[in-house]
């Protein structure tokens, strides 16, 4: 598998010297805002008031909290970012990735971020994410600027295009520009906003009724996205301004085709054990049978 995508890898690296993108994207340097000193939620995400951290359940609950405000803002942040970056992308519209699955948030809370402060699921700033599709180098920048425009100042920036070569051999030279903005709804502005509106109750409903993941109990599901509305729907958040940090992941036409061919292969390769690798591919069979 490493043999793989390490051959894929390799043209990448072709393209990166060919089209001399250190040098042409590699140097950009945007305007990085100092407002979120965590570079997390925290600060555009209120905190639930009353929660006692220490408790599991409390921050599995949170992750419900973030997922259920993701879904409200998931539809203005596309339709915004696809008329911001028209004029740039190959790919329009912008492709979509769900919001982010309980499951990736829940695992990466006990284990990248496992001595984070509490809640440690507010280090998650792609809940809401894009791929935005460039031609070449030039372009990027055009639509870097652009978002830059539109948004202001980033809350995160990563530039894959100005990682060392040793860094760059480790990613197998896949070199995407992450973006995160801190995004604001263009008309719901607090918490009790988005609970008055009638479109996201219904989002919410949804998101209560649908199939928790395997693993995870009927009863623990309902009463965990129960507690998180309960939170949303508290009198102390009803005037909390709200926004949420998300995520536009910006890279090379070509390089996405080559992503698109190590997309599985990486899966498995990163896979730490046999129940890791099940887990990793069994959801497809679920979608299929959904």
Known sequence: ?????????????????????ERVVGSYEPEVSQKVPRQD?????????????????????????????????????????????????T???????????????????????????????AQNVDMNRLLAEVKDGPAMIKLLEALQRRFGAFAKFKNGMAWPLKEAESRFHLRPCMVSLRYEHPTLKTIGDLCKDKKVQELWAKYAKQEPPPGVPRCRWDRQVQRALEWLHSDALADKPVAMIVEVQCMLKAYREVRTKMHEVYKAYRAEDCAQLHQDFVKYEVKKQQ
């Open 41 to 89: 939620q925290d600060g555009a995400v209120p905190v639930p008031p009353g929660v006692d951290w220490t408790k599991l359940e409390e921050e599995e609950a949170y992750i419900h909290y973030l997922r259920l405000l993701a879904t409200a803002f998931d539809e203005p942040f596309h339709a915004d970012s696809n008329e911001c970056l028209k004029e740039y992308i």
């Open 1 to 21: 598998l490493r043999q793989r995508m390490a051959h894929l890898g390799t043209d990448l690296h072709d393209i990166y010297t060919r089209e001399d993108l």
């Open 91 to 121: 790919n329009n519209p912008l492709l979509s990735n769900d919001i982010k699955g309980y499951e990736r948030i829940r695992n990466k809370m006990v284990s990248d971020y496992a001595g984070d402060d509490l809640p440690r699921s």
